[in-house]
């Protein structure tokens, strides 16, 4: 598939930035605000198709999450928790998790802005989109966790299993996507895969033995990795790794979550990735020709974070940039070098080749075991979100015949993409959280997954 800037599309909500976790936070939404100064300073933005993407109501958020954490996150307010300090703490984790000004305003750009991205690629209206708001992996469905209150992962791959019979999912955040991997741990149809730091590292989770259950099992993929590992040696396992599962699983989509604070020197990770090393990631990534979607993360060094952000936004849209910054609203942030890098350091690399290469056996042992794509059935593909007219009229009713119900099996490398006038007009019918759309008709997927709607 051939990929050109006008394929991609940019969802970018300038509100964003404005929203503060407090002085003392880590967690600074800010840093988007700066990656967008710098993206079109250098002119990007004129490169690809910006969007200010609507934002997310609780029903769309309840698709995932619970419908009284949902409600209590638009009621919530600091002086409201200090009030309620004992129901504050069932949602919202003490330190990491403030009952900030404008915390639910905030997840409703996050989360609208992944919600409308997957619907970009599920229309092929984009191959490739960037949602540098999102990537707010460890919230749970009844709680939030590790700075993320709303799971917009979570909410875009359900909208995008509705078109897509597989989807992975992909994260090379410093921490563990524990988040997104608990949410699809029982299904097939999504197969997560997250390089991390583990052993006493947050949240705990994410060893190689932790491989799914049910039906979900072997389709969750974790690369434990020790501190300092570098661009060569991270770009050994990367490889490996994605490769085989792109070459075993076949999705119809990715979606990558792009923390930096895998990134050398940030305020929390202990990895030595230069800002180059983790761009090779996405880049390879790129090259497989699967429609991609980017969203943000983790990442404490808020310069490092806007550059590499920045930086990666070039390179999907496969343009040159200048070493050298071009001036732009944030400009003293970035001396005294000035320059679009983020290098490594000296540190030591605790990881071993021989370390990784057993790492990648088992791995590749535990993928052996994915025998064939999904089985699934077809049905109506579900209406999407924000629904549409709840009266469709006669057209509804078209080719209902055609639409009728069927038992298929999926050879592997059967992945099909379907337009914008592709299934809008289906009933509601099929459970949304659990269809996808192949030849006009949605897929039902039969896995009894931890996912709900």
């Not at 299904?187 to 730091?197: A, G, I, K, L």
């Not at 890098?341 to 990784?356: F, G, K």
């Not at 015949?401 to 809008?424: K, T, Y």
Request: aromatic residues 10%.
């Amino acid at each position: 598939m051939g990929i050109g800037s006008r394929r991609v599309t940019y969802f970018y909500d300038e509100d964003v930035g404005s929203y503060n976790y407090g002085y003392d936070h880590c967690m600074k939404p800010f840093r988007i605000r700066m990656a967008h100064s710098i993206i079109t300073s250098y002119g990007l933005d004129k490169k690809m198709a910006v969007i200010r993407p609507p934002r997310a109501t609780a029903q769309d958020m309840t698709r995932f999450h619970t419908d009284d954490y949902i409600t209590y996150l638009q009621r919530v307010s600091p002086e409201l928790a200090e009030q309620m300090p004992t129901y504050n703490e069932r949602f919202l984790p003490p330190m990491d998790c403030p009952p900030f000004d404008g915390v639910y305003e905030f997840c409703s750009i996050s989360a609208g802005g992944s919600i409308a991205g997957a619907q970009r690629i599920n229309h092929g209206d984009s191959d490739i989109v960037i949602n540098w708001a999102g990537g707010l992996h460890h919230a749970k469905k009844g709680e939030a966790s590790g700075f993320c209150y709303v799971n917009d992962i979570v909410l875009a791959i359900l909208e995008l299993l509705r078109y897509h019979q597989r989807v992975v999912y992909l994260d090379i955040d410093v921490h563990h996507g524990d988040g997104v991997e608990e949410a699809f741990y029982t299904t097939d149809r999504v197969m997560s895969v997250s390089f991390h730091q583990f052993g006493n590292f947050f949240p705990g989770t994410g060893d190689i033995k932790d491989v799914g259950v049910e039906r979900g099992k072997y389709y969750a993929v974790n690369v434990p990795l020790r501190e300092g590992i570098d661009d060569e040696t991270y770009a050994f396992v990367f490889q490996r790794v994605m490769r085989n599962v792109m070459e075993t699983f076949r999705p119809g989509a990715v979606l990558m979550q792009c923390g930096t604070d895998s990134l050398s020197g940030d305020r929390l990770g202990c990895f030595n990735l230069s800002m180059k090393g983790h761009a090779a990631c996405v880049e390879f990534m790129k090259s497989f020709g699967v429609p991609l979607f980017c969203v943000g993360g983790g990442g404490y060094t808020i310069r490092n974070v806007a550059r590499t952000w920045a930086y990666e936004t070039s390179v999907l849209l496969g343009e040159k940039v200048e070493p050298s910054l071009p001036y732009n609203d944030y400009y003293d942030f970035y001396g005294p070098e000035y320059l679009l890098d983020v290098p490594a350091s000296n540190m030591v690399n605790m990881n071993t080749r021989e370390q990784l290469e057993r790492i990648c056996i088992d791995i590749n042992e535990h993928l052996r075991q994915v025998a064939h794509a999904p089985s699934v059935e077809m049905h109506d593909v579900p209406k999407d979100w924000p629904s549409d007219s709840e009266d469709q009229g006669e057209d509804g009713a078209e080719d209902k015949d055609a639409r009728v119900s069927v038992n298929v099996r999926r050879r592997r490398g059967g992945n099909s993409h379907v337009g914008a006038n592709g299934g809008a007009r289906g009933a509601r019918g099929a459970h949304n959280s659990s269809s996808t759309l192949r030849n006009g008709a949605a897929i039902h997927d039969s896995s009894g997954s931890n996912y709900s709607e």
